[in-house]
């Protein structure tokens, strides 16, 4: 490493680990990625530097040493530029360039609805439509409806359960009616020992041992087997199941959950020998087939108009809750993923969100939607006017708002990174270079207008907040002169915001 160097990457989420200096000792294996999000094949670097490679590798850094060891690829250097924009910049445009496609307008301007911690695995009819009315009679924007796990009969049978389900056709065109765009959940997994199972067992479409027997891999639902997509008859079958949806019901388009690279391995026997990790990207490259995706595992996906969330959040203020989410959605920009989402607001544990829990932090949920309100994307699950006091409701509301609010300058920015590449949400480091921010990772750019300081510290009702150079416009009629450190006051109905001033 240079003096004073800084590198960026390749792991979303350890974002929060994330520059990594001359005195970091880190060490990740993405080969295959075994996180629970997604990955890119490059580190970049503060001084216009850059490190690409084909495939996965293991990364190890220590005493200002970055090795790189990979089995299939040579790992290529890049000086390109002197700043972290300008590697970039040039990355993108040689290993990652955006098509020009953006994903639809409403996830950039309203808030996402998922319905799992309301219903879990308890998906009706009846109580979607519930939680779809009592978000317009309690206020709050109009936007998507996600419907989770719970809406099928088993894993591969993607059909409405007719008992949970009586009127699925009926139940979209009222979202439909009401203002919502309705998704639905989906995974690669099949339910074993099923139709569906044998069909694509009979047809070489599920993944295989070494011994030609099919592969029931263990997962978060317990065992199932695994659409093989490197067979283009199971990539049919399982299209056919989508727009079969489509087209019967109305659904605009898919949650694509699963798809890591951890649910197959290098030894499997598929239709076509590929690895895990290219598995995992073959799961997601799907989602170009829909405009209305959202993905949580990819691998090298960067460019394309996919939507891409953060892993699951805990219901806290540490290290995987609320203090990783700028961390983290700025790693996910840096690596290419531009159209992001920080995950359910509060946090994906259901437990936090039972009726009489004392779990349940109000002021994390608040702080949550705040952090949430000015990124590219938020999504609900819990609603917020059942867990929350109606003062902190109240809160949450106005953020859902705030976001609407800036929806326009949002969508903006994602049809300019669908040209450039550019993230949306940018660390300081990227647009002001040479001033000392290399490190600030809890506050962030929004394009090169707006800076957003949240305040994440539980308790606290001030922060302090890095200025670089030139004029800032706080509120109405604050002007603050940078680079400077100012401490702000920060009380819990407010998010910091400041404009660039030319």
Same mark, same amino acid.
């Given at each position: 490493?240079?003096?004073?160097?800084?590198?960026?990457?390749?792991?979303?989420?350890?974002?929060?680990?994330?520059?990594?200096?001359?005195?970091?000792?880190?060490?990740?294996?993405?080969?295959?990625?075994k996180s629970p999000n997604k990955v890119n094949t490059i580190l970049l670097s503060n001084k216009g530097r850059y490190i690409w490679c084909d495939s996965g590798f293991v990364l190890k850094v220590y005493s200002g040493v970055i090795e790189i060891l990979s089995e299939k690829s040579v790992p290529q250097?890049?000086?390109?530029?002197?700043?972290?924009?300008?590697?970039?910049?040039?990355?993108?445009?040689?290993?990652?360039?955006?098509?020009?496609?953006?994903?639809?307008?409403?996830?950039?301007?309203?808030?996402?609805?998922?319905?799992?911690?309301?219903?879990?695995?308890?998906?009706?009819?009846?109580?979607?439509?519930?939680?779809?009315?009592?978000?317009?009679?309690?206020?709050?924007?109009?936007?998507?409806?996600?419907?989770?796990?719970?809406?099928?009969?088993?894993?591969?049978?993607?059909?409405?359960?007719?008992?949970?389900?009586?009127?699925?056709?009926?139940?979209?065109?009222?979202?439909?009616?009401?203002?919502?765009?309705?998704?639905?959940?989906?995974?690669?997994?099949?339910?074993?020992?099923?139709?569906?199972?044998?069909?694509?067992?009979?047809?070489?479409?599920?993944?295989?041992?070494?011994?030609?027997?099919?592969?029931?891999?263990?997962?978060?639902?317990?065992?199932?087997?695994?659409? @093989?997509?490197?067979?283009?008859?199971?990539?049919?079958?399982? =299209?056919?199941?989508?727009?079969? #949806?489509? %087209? +019967?019901?109305? !659904?605009?388009?898919?949650?694509?959950?699963?798809?890591?690279?951890?649910?197959?391995?290098?030894?499997?026997?598929?239709?076509?020998?590929?690895?895990?990790?290219?598995?995992?990207?073959?799961?997601?490259?799907?989602?170009?087939?829909y405009e209305f995706n959202e993905f949580r595992a990819c691998f090298q996906c960067a460019g394309l108009p996919l939507v891409q969330r953060l892993a699951d959040k805990n219901h806290s203020w540490e290290y995987n809750g609320v203090s990783s989410l700028i961390p983290n959605q700025l790693a996910q920009?840096?690596?290419?993923?531009?159209?992001?989402?920080? @995950?359910?607001?509060?946090?994906?544990?259901?437990?936090?969100? =039972?009726?009489?829990?004392?779990? #349940?932090? %109000? +002021?994390?949920? !608040?702080?949550?939607?705040?952090?949430?309100?000015?990124?590219?994307?938020?999504?609900?699950?819990?609603?917020?006017?059942?867990?929350?006091s109606k003062e902190n409701f109240e809160i949450c509301k106005k953020a859902a708002w705030e976001h609407v609010k800036y929806s326009e300058y949002i969508y903006k920015l994602a049809k300019e990174s669908s040209r450039s590449g550019e993230p949306i949400v940018r660390y300081m480091e990227y647009e002001?270079?040479?001033?000392?921010?290399?490190?600030?990772?809890?506050?962030?750019?929004?394009?090169?207008?707006?800076?957003?300081?949240?305040?994440?510290?539980?308790?606290?009702?001030?922060?302090?907040?890095?200025?670089?150079?030139?004029?800032?416009?706080?509120?109405?009629? +604050?002007?603050?002169?940078?680079?400077?450190?100012?401490?702000?006051?920060?009380?819990?109905?407010?998010?910091?915001?400041?404009?660039?001033?030319?």
């Open positions: 490493m240079y003096e004073n160097e800084y590198w960026y990457g390749p792991v979303v989420n350890d974002g929060i680990k994330y520059p990594l200096n001359f005195n970091s000792k880190y060490e990740v294996d993405i080969y295959p990625n250097l890049y000086e390109e530029g002197e700043t972290l924009k300008e590697a970039f910049l040039h990355a993108a445009n040689k290993f990652f360039k955006p098509n020009g496609k953006v994903p639809p307008k409403r996830f950039f301007t309203k808030p996402q609805y998922n319905t799992w911690i309301e219903l879990l695995y308890d998906q009706r009819e009846e109580k979607i439509l519930e939680y779809a009315n009592s978000i317009i009679e309690n206020g709050m924007p109009k936007g998507i409806i996600m419907i989770d796990d719970g809406w099928s009969d088993y894993y591969g049978r993607w059909k409405f359960n007719g008992e949970k389900f009586k009127n699925p056709k009926g139940m979209i065109n009222k979202l439909h009616e009401l203002g919502f765009k309705v998704m639905l959940w989906t995974c690669p997994f099949i339910t074993p020992d099923t139709q569906e199972f044998r069909y694509l067992r009979d047809r070489d479409c599920l993944v295989k041992n070494k011994d030609g027997s099919v592969s029931i891999k263990k997962w978060w639902n317990g065992y199932s087997a695994v659409l @093989d997509l490197t067979n283009p008859e199971a990539v049919k079958w399982y =299209l056919d199941q989508n727009d079969f #949806l489509i %087209e +019967e019901y109305g !659904v605009d388009g898919f949650k694509f959950d699963a798809g890591d690279a951890s649910f197959y391995s290098n030894n499997d026997l598929t239709y076509k020998k590929i690895e895990a990790n290219e598995h995992s990207k073959l799961w997601a490259l799907l989602g170009v087939n920009g840096i690596l290419g993923y531009s159209y992001t989402c920080p @995950d359910m607001i509060g946090g994906g544990e259901y437990l936090n969100f =039972l009726e009489n829990s004392s779990n #349940l932090d %109000e +002021e994390l949920f !608040v702080r949550y939607a705040q952090c949430a309100a000015l990124m590219p994307m938020m999504q609900f699950s819990a609603a917020p006017w059942r867990v929350l002001f270079p040479n001033e000392n921010l290399e490190e600030i990772k809890d506050q962030f750019m929004l394009g090169e207008k707006y800076m957003i300081a949240p305040n994440i510290k539980k308790g606290a009702r001030k922060r302090i907040v890095n200025f670089p150079k030139g004029k800032w416009k706080y509120k109405n009629d +604050e002007f603050i002169i940078g680079p400077r450190i100012k401490e702000f006051n920060s009380p819990l109905e407010e998010i910091l915001i400041f404009e660039r001033v030319n």
